[in-house]
């Protein structure tokens, strides 16, 4: 009876929660950051849709994804190869994940409080008038570029951050037989996230509703660089104590 109630327990262990007690220390910080990585994601993608459909129309978001996005894409793909070949992969992260960081704040406390003042009204309309309105998409996305600037950024925090930062971190530091019991856990971190999505842009925006745009916009990105930032400590924890111990992989 015994001996086949361990078989029974072990059997429901591996499918619920196939892990060691030592895996833990690597395993919870990884849950962590790409849980963090996709709150960011889904905060940036609310944004980007909603301040390109309010500042120009949603037509232009084909033209977005499909000639600025994808070359923008390959081209941060490139520089990431060339900076990979010079700076080691700890620092690799920060650099990446900071910049992105800094952008968001530089859009959030100097670019969008101005949108009105550096937007090219001008040269839109003489644009307009030359080419016609077949280019008309194409010169919303140039007269709005400050909401298509953080349109690229959100698209790249997807493929860069997600796709290379922390997929990159994880099979670096993951074996096949942890990544067999793991990766499906990762993932199911990034679905929460977007499930808690929804209630955190609610959250804010319900609480500014009766204040000027400008300060859910703020409000909604600070609290994506705070999550950036939980996210670089996160990963100099687990780079500082956990995998620069010649044991972690070795059960306590």
């Given at each position: 009876?015994?001996?086949?109630?361990?078989?029974?327990f072990?059997?429901?262990?591996?499918?619920?929660?196939?892990?060691?007690?030592?895996?833990?220390r690597?395993?919870?910080?990884?849950?962590?950051?790409?849980?963090l990585?996709s709150?960011?994601?889904?905060?940036?993608?609310?944004?980007?849709?909603?301040?390109?459909?309010t500042?120009?129309?949603?037509?232009?978001?084909?033209?977005?994804?499909?000639?600025?996005?994808?070359?923008?894409?390959?081209?941060?793909t490139?520089?990431?190869?060339?900076?990979?070949?010079?700076?080691?992969?700890?620092h690799?992260?920060?650099?990446v994940?900071?910049?992105?960081?800094?952008f968001?704040?530089?859009?959030?406390?100097?670019?969008?409080?101005?949108?009105?003042?550096l937007?090219?009204?001008?040269?839109?309309?003489?644009?307009?008038d030359?080419f016609g309105?077949?280019?008309?998409?194409?010169?919303?996305?140039?007269?709005?570029?400050i909401?298509?600037?953080?349109?690229?950024a959100?698209?790249?925090?997807?493929?860069v951050?997600?796709?290379?930062?922390?997929?990159?971190?994880?099979?670096?530091?993951?074996?096949?037989?942890?990544?067999?019991?793991?990766?499906?856990?990762?993932?199911?971190?990034?679905?929460?996230?977007?499930?808690s999505?929804g209630?955190?842009?609610?959250?804010?925006?319900?609480?500014?509703?009766?204040?000027?745009?400008?300060?859910?916009?703020?409000?909604?990105?600070?609290?994506?660089?705070?999550?950036?930032?939980?996210?670089?400590?996160?990963?100099?924890?687990?780079?500082?104590?956990?995998?620069?111990?010649?044991?972690?992989?070795?059960?306590?």
């Amino acid at each position: 009876m015994t001996s086949n109630s361990t078989v029974e327990f072990s059997k429901w262990r591996r499918r619920l929660w196939p892990f060691h007690k030592f895996e833990l220390r690597k395993l919870l910080p990884l849950i962590l950051i790409k849980f963090l990585i996709s709150i960011n994601y889904g905060i940036l993608t609310c944004l980007k849709d909603t301040l390109v459909v309010t500042g120009s129309s949603a037509e232009t978001i084909p033209v977005l994804k499909g000639y600025i996005v994808l070359p923008t894409a390959l081209l941060a793909t490139l520089i990431y190869s060339k900076l990979s070949n010079i700076l080691n992969k700890r620092h690799l992260f920060y650099a990446v994940t900071s910049s992105f960081l800094l952008f968001i704040a530089i859009f959030a406390f100097v670019l969008y409080p101005n949108n009105e003042l550096l937007t090219p009204h001008k040269t839109a309309a003489w644009l307009l008038d030359y080419f016609g309105p077949n280019y008309a998409h194409w010169i919303a996305v140039y007269k709005n570029w400050i909401p298509s600037m953080l349109f690229v950024a959100a698209e790249l925090w997807g493929s860069v951050i997600i796709l290379l930062m922390f997929w990159g971190f994880a099979n670096d530091i993951t074996t096949v037989s942890e990544a067999k019991r793991s990766y499906n856990i990762y993932i199911a971190a990034g679905d929460l996230a977007a499930f808690s999505i929804g209630p955190i842009v609610i959250l804010f925006t319900r609480k500014l509703s009766h204040l000027n745009f400008l300060y859910t916009v703020q409000s909604l990105l600070s609290f994506a660089l705070f999550i950036g930032l939980l996210v670089i400590t996160t990963f100099w924890w687990i780079n500082k104590y956990i995998l620069s111990s010649k044991n972690f992989l070795n059960p306590e």
